[in-house]
């Protein structure tokens, strides 16, 4: 399984990117995709995740209302939109793919629950 994030930059406050995560050697018809960022300092932290067979989405209470999460399966992509982006939105993101979801409800945003993890794009909203 291969992960590669995209679209990453630098940004000013209030502005947005649109990060893409593309998906290769995945089988299972199941699995979820999540985000995670990382700030200098900080521990890793889940973003948003989305399910491959629901399309049910998860956010963190910190991005509610400025992220979306989506997916485009034909492209087997994820994308994660960010609008009204803060200073401290400023980290790596990474997508990783968690090939056996259980009760994504409650754990989406565990990053031991996911198996693959790509390399991370950096993102810094800076005037």
């Known amino acids: 399984v291969q992960l590669v994030e995209s679209g990453g930059g630098l940004v000013q406050p209030g502005g947005s990117l649109r990060l893409s995560c593309a998906a290769s050697?995945?089988?299972?018809?199941?699995?979820?995709i999540g985000w995670f960022r990382q700030a200098p300092g900080k521990e890793r932290e889940g973003v948003s995740c989305?399910?491959?067979?629901?399309?049910?989405?998860y956010y963190a209470d910190f991005v509610k209302g400025r992220f979306t999460i989506s997916r485009d399966n034909a492209k087997n992509t994820v994308y994660l939109q960010m609008n009204n982006l803060k200073p401290e939105d400023t980290a790596v993101y990474y997508c990783?793919?968690?090939?056996?979801?259980?009760?994504?409800?409650?754990?989406?945003?565990?990053?031991?629950?996911?198996?693959?993890w790509g390399q991370g794009t950096l993102v810094t909203v800076s005037s």
């Open positions: 990783a793919a968690d090939s056996f979801p259980i009760m994504l409800a409650v754990g989406w945003h565990t990053a031991d629950d996911y198996d693959y």
């Open positions: 050697g995945i089988t299972s018809d199941y699995y979820a």
């Open positions: 989305i399910s491959s067979s629901t399309g049910s989405t």
